[in-house]
């Protein structure tokens, strides 16, 4: 398979708010072939699905909380079944469910309920990482590992973000060799350092490396690149996905 390029509809998350079918179609015109989402913005999923095979955008995934699994596991997968999603993302994990927190435990276990309710319904359960996941565990390893070594990979495949990977200190390139075969998914995201502040930028205006870390990904097996950029300081949403799509497309070999 051919990797191809997706936007975070988060990214954009204002404009797909008032308008979701011309925000979808600018992501088309500039080339994107799938959208990651990031809610529903109020719509059922037979319209959100109707409205991307109109426009001709695939459903590639989706961030969706863990608390919208553990309130009704069935409904949950089955809106992402119905709108055609190959992957369904846990995108954050409160403190209290993090490595050594409270709920971490239930956390474990619930995650494994959900990847087997999600591949009976033909879905892959991935988790999306933050900065704070390479704060080191009691052995003195990254809770990001501890948590893909605890649960197995058949059932739980990782997300990387290869921004929040830098900034957590380790190199993207390397950590998307270390889950070589497990990273169907990957957020191809930029950042500058302003003092002790990260700034997101379009994608090849930072540090990640968009022309060292989309070879790899691609090297390691990944199927999708999504491109995220939560906040947008400098230019507009659909200008830097625009900017981005053409930078991550120019270093696909």
């Known amino acids: 398979m051919e990797i191809k390029i997706a936007a975070q509809v988060y990214s954009v998350r204002d404009e797909a708010a ?5 925000t979808m179609k600018q992501l088309k015109d500039i ?4 959208v990651e989402l990031a809610g529903l913005y109020g719509k059922s999923a037979e319209e959100i699905r109707a409205c991307l095979e109109r426009v001709g955008l695939q ?3 989706a961030h969706v909380p863990i608390t919208e699994f553990e309130q009704d596991l069935e409904k949950t997968v089955e809106t992402y079944k119905e709108i055609g999603c190959k992957y369904v993302v846990i995108p954050y994990l409160d403190e209290e469910r993090r490595y050594g927190g409270s709920g971490y435990q ?10 087997e309710k999600s591949r ?9 990482n933050h900065h704070f996941e390479f ?6 390893g990254y809770q990001l590992d501890a948590l893909y070594e605890t649960i197995p990979a058949d059932k739980l495949k990782t997300e ?16 998307l060799h270390k889950y070589s075969g497990r990273c169907p998914v990957v957020h191809v995201k930029d950042f500058i350092r302003k003092e002790e502040e990260v700034l997101l930028v379009a994608v090849g205006d930072g540090e990640v490396g968009a022309e060292a870390v989309v070879p790899a990904a691609v090297e390691c097996g990944a199927k999708w690149l999504v491109v995220e950029q939560d906040f947008h300081p400098f230019g507009s949403p659909m200008e830097n996905m625009k900017k981005s799509f053409e930078y991550v497309k120019a270093n696909l070999k």
């Open 120 to 128: 009976e319904a033909g879905m892959e359960l991935l988790y999306h």
């Open 106 to 115: 239930d956390t474990l276990r619930n995650m494994e309920r959900i990847s």
């Open 31 to 34: 080339g994107y072939e799938g």
């Open 59 to 61: 459903a590639v995934s």
């Open 160 to 175: 990387l973000d290869l921004c929040w990977v830098k900034v957590g200190g380790e190199d993207p390139v390397a950590y």
């Open 18 to 22: 008032a308008d979701f079918e011309k």
């Open 135 to 140: 704060e080191k565990t009691a052995e003195g």
